[in-house]
């Protein structure tokens, strides 16, 4: 084997998951996400960001035009200032999923017989882990027409006071855009004990 199927070997997903195994800990399944699927859990931020944006350019550039006399040039720089800072945040919230899509060439979703892993490399290399316990309702949704879909596993709420009220924010937390996932959901239930329901071949 030479030196370019050594490097293949050592990117697929399996390999990439093996050195995060814990002692007695076998590896049950790892695949990458298709990249726009998890592009669409930070869909939401597209419209805001180019509200935000438009918000800024009207700051930077149609507010000092209305109020402009020649006096009053330097006086007007801090707008223009903080509109370009404002529409930079609505670019950058525009491109999320964008940047969200690329980023997920990075990720390995990972099935062990004690944990499910999402390994993030894109740029500094992280793991999250999660357990038995930290598994809540087993969800697979937005089933697509080549046999991919998406695993929710947990949903984190965060609530947010503000001056209008209180404001309850969902962050799912899954697998998302993946082959077979009906045999992905199977390993779940059998890794967090379920057995009712999974196949013979799987359980523990």
Known sequence: MDATEDDAVADTPEAIAAPELLPGERLQWAARPRPWPVARQTLRA??????????????????????LVPSDVLALLPIRSVGALIALAGLAAACTPFVAALLARGTVYAVTTQRLLVIDRAFVHRVASFAAEDVQAIMVTNERYDGSADIVFRQEIRHIRTSRGRYSLVKKIGFFGIDDPERVRDLIRAMRGDVAGVPSFLEP
């Open 46 to 67: 597209l419209p805001i960001g180019l509200l935000v944006m438009a918000t800024g350019a009207f700051a930077a550039d149609v507010v000092p035009r209305a109020m």
